[in-house]
């Protein structure tokens, strides 16, 4: 009796248990390992490392200068050149969709097309308009990770027209970042993953307050730099400094020394440092889709305080790996602030091993093709 085996360990009706040929085609704005992949590289990482554990066999298509997640037999690196897209999130809402000279982007997709009759799927992170629309006037079976929510009138568009014609093709990665975008059936919903052998748990409870992700407005540090100063504390800060501007006029508005920029740490080294807060503050201004600085304290056993908007409001466990507070609402953030101590470490550290490991990010993205694999009809392909 298949008893309590999760959607994943299910196969549907009549499809076999062979491994998988899939290509995997990156983000068109940076190089995997720059950085300026932000989330994405995360995610493709953890999903590249995952699927190959599941046995499958991967094509990587992602900009030159791009380094694979995994040495291994099984993934095949193709690097592409050409310019970098410009990114969504710094464009205005209602801005064109825009292709460079010598782009990378269509590059990515006359390899991965030219990859495509040798397997059995490709599955698109990039957030652009262009994978999207050639999906579905090409045989090749293309799946796309939604990595934001809705930041842009175009893009809102095309993936609402892709999901009237096979929503199936379409993942994302929390409910709330799906519920930005017009589908017509429930949206198939991933979460997220990590390699939590690179998280160490640390239980001290006596450790200052932490703040991670890209220093920019829609991040709201300015909120968790204001916490602290009410509460006379230090924040630690860590992540890349996007916009100088900003970081200027946050660490202005608190009295000197509040703020102690940390900088981008990689893994290793984040980890250990991050380990060490009494709390994570996460102040988000937009519809972030997942929150990995969230899964990744939580991997720590830091607990969260957060703004109960988007995707980390989401992840939080209200009471069990942190507290849930209204947007914006910067008392209720420093009264939650107060009570951190009454949140079980190892409960933070529990949640992401069951709900945000690699492995089970990989079986639920394995679901999600195989299921999209299958014809609509049920009938055997
Ligand atoms: N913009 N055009 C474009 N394409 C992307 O793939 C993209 C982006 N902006 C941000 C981004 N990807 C990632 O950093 C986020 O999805 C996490």
């Known amino acids: 009796m298949a008893l309590g085996l999760d959607h994943a360990s299910r196969r549907p009706e009549g499809m076999t248990d062979r491994a998988l040929n899939l290509v995997l085609v990156s983000t068109p704005v940076g190089q995997l390992g720059s950085g ?54 710094h464009a205005d809402r209602n801005a064109p969709m ?25 599955i698109n992170f990039g957030y652009d308009w262009l994978p999207l629309w050639l999906t579905r006037h090409v045989d090749a079976r293309i799946f796309h ?34 519920d930005d975008f017009a589908l017509v059936e429930p949206p198939e919903v991933v979460g997220n993953g990590f390699d939590l052998s690179r998280y160490d748990l640390q239980l001290s ?3 200052p307050l932490g703040w991670a992700g890209r ?23 860590w992540g890349l400094v996007e916009d100088h501007d900003y970081a200027k006029r946050v660490e202005s508005a608190v009295p000197a ?21 009494r709390a994570l503050l996460n102040t988000p201004k937009w519809n972030e889709a997942y929150g990995n600085v969230v899964v990744e304290a939580l991997a720590c056993g830091v607990p ?27 008392e209720a953030l420093a009264e939650a602030t107060v009570r951190v101590a009454a949140i079980d470490r190892q409960a933070c550290r529990r949640w992401v091993e069951r709900c945000a490991s690699q492995e089970g990010l990989a079986a639920r993205v394995e679901a999600w093709i195989r299921r999209g694999l299958t014809p609509a009809d049920g009938t055997i392909s």
């Open 36 to 89: 300026r992949g932000g989330g994405v590289e995360l995610t493709l990482a953890s999903l590249v490392k995952g699927l190959v554990q599941r046995g499958h066999r991967l094509h990587l298509v992602a900009p030159e200068g791009s380094c694979s997640p995994v040495a291994d037999g099984r993934v095949t690196l193709h690097p592409v050149p050409g310019v970098d897209q410009p990114s969504w999130q």
């Open 98 to 122: 825009q292709i460079p000279g010598n782009a990378v982007l269509p590059r990515l997709w006359d390899h991965a097309l030219d990859l495509a009759s040798d397997v059995d799927a490709l």
């Open 145 to 178: 990770l939604v990595s934001m929510g809705s930041v842009s009138a175009v893009m809102d568009q095309a993936v609402a027209d892709l999901a009237r014609w096979d929503q199936r093709r379409l993942a994302f990665h929390t409910r709330r970042q799906a």
């Open 215 to 237: 220093v920019a407005p829609e991040k709201g540090l300015e909120d968790a730099a204001a916490v602290a100063a009410l509460l006379g504390e230090r924040l630690r800060v």
């Open 205 to 207: 409870m006596d450790g």
């Open 304 to 330: 969260v305080i957060a703004y109960d908007r988007g995707g980390p409001g989401e992840i939080i466990q209200d009471g069990e790996t942190g507290w849930l507070v209204p947007p914006d609402d910067r």
């Open 257 to 277: 020394g509040t703020i102690e920029w940390c900088g981008f740490k990689p893994t290793a080294e984040l980890q250990r440092e991050l380990g060490g807060c």
